[in-house]
Every structure is written in C-alpha cells, then in structure tokens.
T-cell receptor
Framework: SQTIHQWPATLVQPVGSPLSLECTVEGTSNPNLYWYRQAAGRGLQLLFYSVGIGQISSEVPQNLSASRPQDRQFILSSKKLLLSDSGFYLC??????????FGPGTRLTVL | QKEVEQDPGPLSVPEGAIVSLNCTYSNSAFQYFMWYRQYSRKGPELLMYTYSSGNKEDGRFTAQVDKSSKYISLFIRDSQPSDSATYLCAMSVNSGYALNFGKGTSLLVTP
C-alpha cells in the first residue's frame, strides 16, 4: 500500500530564516505530487504541483519554491521566511488520474 | 464569488442523528467531487470520490452531486462522536488535477 511521509511535524522559525520541508511517498511510481497550505479560516490553497522529476508548476507567486529531485520526493523551500508564511503545510499525491491522498502535514510558525 | 462555498458551521448534533453537509460551486466545468474528513492538527482523509452527477454510498456515508444546481452533499447516518471533525469538500475539472477546496464545516457529535 502507499504511504506518504512529511517532516518535520512542527517547526518554529524566525522571520528571515530559510525553510526546507520534505515529503516522500512510498509504494507507487511516478505520482503527481502537490504542496498545499492551510491557513486559519482560509481553506486549503494549492502552492505547487509536479507531474514528474524536475517538473514544477507554481500556482501562487510568493517567496516559496519547490523541487522534485527524485520520483517520490517533493521539497518545499524558502530563502527568507515571512510572518505570512505561517500555516499548516500539506503534501499530497495522486496517480496520473485519480484521488489525492494527503500526508500528516507540517505546522509552521514564523515568529 | 469564490469557486467553492461551504458553510463553516459549527454544526452540533446528538449521537445517532443524520448529518447533512453541503457545498455549492460556480464553475460548471468541475466533474470530480470529493469529501475529506480532517481531525484537528491532522492531514485530510479522503472519504468519498465521485464523478459527475449522482449518488454514491459507502457504509454510513452517502455523497450526492447535482451538477444542474452546482450543489453537492455528504450525508452521515447514525452519527458517532468519532465523526466530530472538519469536513472539506473539494472538486476538480479533471482527475489528477489540482483541487479546489471549500473552507470546511466543523461538525460536533455529542454523546
């Protein structure tokens, strides 16, 4: 069966510091991968999605970036965090066609 | 107008009640409709996945889609305290594409 992992589970970072969140999927090949952010009262917002290694589409212009160095690895990064980057970051995967399944999430607090 | 509208609640019901959760949407191109359950500080868990109009039943859960009215529903029969969570509707134009989420409805089932 397929499993999706995210780490760290929680993170507290100062404004202006860098960020790296990692997501890995097991039990499938060539999945579509997604990064979402869930902010209080605002629902889930798609940040990036990827259909293959090195292929990243950005949905929202911001100071975040994503990379997919391996088939089942998806990384969310920032060079300098803003207060507004605080939120619950969720990674999801799907087959080329099909349902999306979410990971456990990373709760990021920027102080 | 947001593409997907969902009443945030909270909705409080006694154990054993039938729960009705709803979303409306504006984009007539949506074809795939999903319901997720999210416990506090956890990632969303897929409950139901449907294509186009019609009904789908899975245990105590029934999903209904009315594309002519741009209205989807999730019914929970014999509700249990363990059903207390936030329920998110989501939809997409194509399978395997980015999802458009409602903000979620908070449900509390009291013993």
């Amino acid at each position: 069966s397929q499993t999706i992992h995210q780490w760290p589970a929680t993170l507290v970072q100062p404004v202006g510091s860098p960020l790296s969140l990692e997501c890995t999927v097991e039990g499938t090949s060539n999945p579509n991968l997604y990064w979402y952010r869930q902010a209080a009262g605002r629902g889930l917002q798609l940040l990036f999605y990827s259909v293959g290694i090195g292929q990243i589409s950005s949905e929202v212009p911001q100071n975040l970036s994503a990379s997919r160095p391996q088939d089942r690895q998806f990384i969310l990064s920032s060079k300098k965090l803003l207060l507004s980057d605080s939120g619950f970051y969720l990674c999801a995967w799907s087959e080329v066609r099909g349902e999306q399944f979410f990971g456990p999430g990373t709760r990021l607090t920027v102080l | 107008q947001k593409e997907v509208e969902q009443d945030p609640g909270p909705l409080s019901v006694p154990e054993g009640a039938i729960v009705s959760l709803n979303c409306t949407y504006s984009n007539s191109a949506f074809q795939y409709f999903m319901w997720y359950r999210q416990y506090s500080r956890k990632g969303p868990e897929l409950l139901m996945y449907t294509y186009s109009s019609g009904n789908k039943e899975d245990g105590r859960f029934t999903a209904q889609v009315d594309k002519s009215s741009k209205y989807i529903s999730l019914f929970i029969r014999d509700s249990q305290p363990s059903d207390s969570a936030t329920y998110l509707c989501a939809m997409s134009v194509n399978s395997g594409y980015a999802l458009n989420f409602g903000k979620g409805t908070s449900l509390l089932v009291t013993p």
